[in-house]
């Protein structure tokens, strides 16, 4: 039976474009993932889906004058398009507003209260007597009571990560009409967190795949005392709460997102007319269950997820891996459209080909600490590791072939040193950036990636084929059988960080079929002699590197999409 494998992506709220922060945090890094595991064999699915509920899309609608389902409608579909032009190969990307979903939420919900975590209680909320409305987390800011920012929201705080109530702001006001809101009293249903403390601490100090930064935010988060947490909202936009008594209130966005997990999972199954496959990946304790999630993300899938899932009683697996990033700042600032601070993903397909971001954001990966985008970085990394290393191997091993040995692959004759030892290095590399990347340490396999094209263009220099043609043209045959048996290892690997250029490099090498249905053990199955390849062109071209000059594209680029 192959390995049963599901990797999800933490749901993106669509009241905004996503920037390239979001992305490789969450649905590139989970894609990278994704597509290895299926080349590796196993029996692969990924799913997320746009997190449409709550009070983000509220606060958004309210200010373009819209509906929260109209804006939530359009917003989606355009996410949706984007990731599908990032080549992010999900199973299913799916909507908070699936009927699937929603029905899974307020079953799930209610078998949680039947166990006996859940209660209603009276709380104190703030009230805003100008729109006449209680204001749960997005319609509240104030500064935050642990770390003294001035823009803490109701729900959480960016600068501290801490998760928040509305009525532990300091100098709160509402965001809508800025006035200062009073406290009134309001029912409401809570888990009851404490309950979970033990078999949660249990679950994250002996999960042994957990990154460090996921263990000891988790754990440290705990230690303070975990407190119950309100499940409903008095907003109207929302999936409504199942609990007998709480008519007109709706699911706090939080509880019923992370559950989106296991109801993607369930609808996917359900459109392959297989609907009980899904209890695969959430029952057998073989399966693996990979989260990829910025680390302000942490909390709500090392414990408030884990707590749902314990709580619900049906054991059901908790998550095996939380791969969680650090944050991707720009020039050394947090991204803020508002303030033109950082590129966003549709932005950045208009400036250059979806590989170059791709490798990109992936091989500078903020793994152990937050990292500084500027155009000097990302044009490094193109023109010398994509250009100048990767493409120019490729290029001169296969433009040699073509042009010297007729587009046919040489016969080798005697494999010396040398060629033996690039080959035991393609070998040793290939099963590293494996382990790599089931580690989580993708940004180190994208630059083993680049090592082995390393390898390969050392490998020429040291033969010196061109000169070797002159004197022993079979001996430089030998070279460029090795070479070429390179090309198809990166080929390969390449796959899951650059898929479009796995595949224009597969049907250059002439190989059936695509080159994301082959397995990543044929990496290492040679081409044999005597095949017949395809003429080359260049993968890669360099970039001008000038940041004013790339300033300008980007400018030119938001007038052409009219971006705000």
Same mark, same amino acid.
């Given at each position: 039976?192959?390995?049963?494998?599901?990797?999800?992506?933490?749901?993106?709220?669509?009241?905004?474009?996503?920037?390239?922060?979001?992305?490789?945090?969450?649905?590139?890094?989970?894609?990278?993932?994704?597509?290895?595991?299926?080349?590796?064999?196993?029996?692969?699915?990924?799913?997320?889906?746009? &997190?449409?509920?709550?009070?983000?899309?509220?606060?958004?609608?309210?200010?373009?004058?819209?509906?929260?389902?109209?804006?939530?409608?359009?917003?989606?579909?355009?996410?949706?398009?984007?990731?599908?032009?990032?080549?992010?190969?999900?199973?299913?990307?799916?909507?908070?507003?699936?009927?699937?979903?929603?029905?899974?939420?307020?079953?799930?919900?209610?078998?949680?209260?039947?166990?006996?975590?859940?209660?209603?209680?009276?709380?104190?909320?703030?009230?805003?007597?100008?729109?006449?409305?209680?204001?749960?987390?997005?319609?509240?800011?104030?500064?935050?009571?642990?770390?003294?920012?001035?823009?803490?929201?109701?729900?959480?705080?960016?600068?501290?990560?801490?998760?928040?109530?509305?009525?532990?702001?300091?100098?709160?006001?509402?965001?809508?009409?800025?006035?200062?809101?009073?406290?009134?009293?309001?029912?409401?249903?809570?888990?009851?967190?404490?309950?979970?403390?033990?078999?949660?601490?249990?679950?994250?100090?002996?999960?042994?795949?957990?990154?460090?930064?996921?263990?000891?935010?988790?754990?440290?988060?705990?230690?303070?005392?975990?407190?119950?947490?309100?499940?409903?909202?008095?907003?109207?936009?929302?999936?409504?709460?199942?609990?007998?008594?709480?008519?007109?209130?709706?699911?706090?966005?939080?509880?019923?997102?992370?559950?989106?997990?296991?109801?993607?999972?369930?609808?996917?199954?359900?459109?392959?007319?297989?609907?009980?496959?899904?209890?695969?990946?959430?029952?057998?304790?073989?399966?693996?269950?990979?989260?990829?999630?910025?680390?302000?993300?942490?909390?709500?899938?090392?414990?408030?997820?884990?707590?749902?899932?314990?709580?619900?009683?049906?054991?059901?697996?908790?998550?095996?891996?939380?791969?969680?990033?650090?944050?991707?700042?720009?020039?050394?600032?947090?991204?803020?459209?508002?303030?033109?601070?950082?590129?966003?993903?549709?932005?950045?397909?208009?400036?250059?080909?979806?590989?170059?971001?791709?490798?990109?954001?992936?091989?500078?990966?903020?793994?152990?600490? &937050?990292?500084?985008?500027?155009?000097?970085?990302?044009?490094?990394?193109?023109?010398?590791?994509?250009?100048?290393?990767?493409?120019?191997?490729?290029?001169?091993?296969?433009?040699?072939?073509?042009?010297?040995?007729?587009?046919?692959?040489?016969?080798?004759?005697?494999?010396?040193? &040398?060629?033996?030892?690039?080959?035991?290095?393609?070998?040793?590399?290939?099963?590293?950036?494996?382990?790599?990347?089931?580690?989580?340490?993708?940004?180190?396999?994208?630059?083993?990636?680049?090592?082995?094209?390393?390898?390969?263009?050392?490998?020429?220099?040291?033969?010196?084929?061109?000169?070797?043609?002159?004197?022993?043209?079979?001996?430089?045959?030998?070279?460029?059988?090795?070479?070429?048996?390179?090309?198809?290892?990166?080929?390969?690997?390449?796959?899951?960080?650059?898929?479009?250029?796995?595949?224009?490099?597969?049907?250059?090498?002439?190989?059936?079929?695509?080159? &994301?249905?082959?397995?990543?053990?044929?990496?290492?199955?040679?081409?044999?002699?005597?095949?017949?390849?395809?003429?080359?062109?260049?993968?890669?071209?360099?970039?001008?590197?000038?940041?004013?000059?790339?300033?300008?594209?980007?400018?030119?680029?938001?007038?052409?999409?009219?971006?705000?």
């Amino acid at each position: 039976m192959p390995e049963k494998v599901l990797v999800t992506s933490a749901w993106p709220y669509i009241n905004a474009t996503p920037h390239l922060g979001n992305l490789v945090g969450s649905v590139l890094s989970a894609d990278v993932a994704a597509r290895y595991y299926r080349l590796k064999g196993a029996d692969t699915l990924m799913v997320s889906g746009s &997190d449409t509920h709550g009070t983000p899309m509220e606060v958004a609608a309210l200010k373009e004058g819209i509906t929260p389902k109209a804006l939530t409608e359009r917003n989606h579909a355009k996410v949706a398009e984007l990731f599908r032009r990032w080549d992010a190969s999900f199973d299913n990307y799916t909507s908070t507003e699936s009927p699937v979903h929603k029905e899974f939420v307020q079953k799930t919900l209610l078998q949680i209260e039947k166990n006996g975590y859940i209660f209603a209680k009276d709380t104190q909320m703030l009230y805003c007597e100008h729109d006449q409305r209680f204001l749960p987390d997005r319609f509240v800011e104030g500064k935050c009571p642990y770390c003294g920012c001035e823009k803490a929201r109701g729900d959480q705080c960016d600068s501290c990560g801490k998760l928040l109530e509305p009525t532990l702001l300091v100098e709160p006001y509402c965001i809508i009409c800025k006035s200062k809101p009073v406290v009134k009293t309001t029912k409401h249903w809570f888990i009851d967190l404490t309950k979970l403390e033990q078999p949660l601490i249990q679950y994250i100090e002996n999960n042994c795949q957990l990154p460090t930064n996921a263990k000891n935010f988790s754990l440290n988060w705990i230690k303070e005392g975990l407190k119950p947490r309100a499940v409903t909202r008095d907003v109207d936009w929302g999936i409504p709460a199942p609990f007998e008594g709480a008519e007109g209130k709706t699911i706090y966005v939080w509880v019923e997102a992370v559950l989106g997990y296991v109801s993607a999972t369930i609808e996917q199954c359900q459109r392959l007319g297989q609907p009980e496959r899904w209890r695969e990946f959430w029952f057998n304790k073989d399966a693996k269950t990979l989260y990829f999630v910025g680390k302000d993300n942490i909390p709500f899938h090392t414990i408030i997820l884990p707590a749902l899932l314990l709580a619900s009683g049906q054991g059901y697996n908790l998550p095996w891996n939380v791969s969680a990033t650090e944050f991707l700042q720009f020039r050394g600032q947090k991204a803020s459209k508002s303030q033109r601070v950082g590129i966003w993903i549709d932005e950045a397909l208009e400036m250059f080909p979806v590989d170059y971001w791709r490798f990109f954001l992936i091989s500078t990966r903020p793994e152990s600490k &937050d990292t500084n985008f500027t155009w000097c970085s990302f044009a490094d990394k193109i023109n010398a590791d994509l250009n100048d290393t990767f493409g120019n191997f490729i290029h001169r091993t296969l433009s040699f072939i073509n042009s010297k040995f007729e587009a046919t692959i040489p016969a080798p004759t005697k494999i010396d040193a &040398d060629d033996q030892t690039v080959l035991d290095c393609v070998k040793e590399k290939v099963a590293q950036a494996a382990k790599e990347i089931e580690d989580g340490w993708l940004q180190s396999a994208a630059n083993t990636l680049i090592a082995i094209s390393r390898a390969g263009n050392q490998y020429l220099n040291t033969k010196e084929p061109w000169n070797l043609m002159k004197t022993d043209k079979e001996k430089a045959g030998t070279v460029f059988y090795v070479s070429a048996q390179v090309v198809k290892a990166i080929a390969v690997v390449c796959e899951p960080f650059m898929p479009r250029t796995a595949q224009q490099l597969w049907q250059t090498l002439n190989l059936a079929g695509a080159v &994301d249905h082959c397995k990543w053990a044929d990496a290492l199955v040679p081409v044999e002699a005597g095949h017949k390849i395809n003429k080359p062109t260049p993968l890669f071209h360099k970039i001008d590197p000038d940041e004013d000059i790339l300033d300008g594209q980007l400018a030119e680029v938001r007038a052409k999409l009219g971006s705000k």
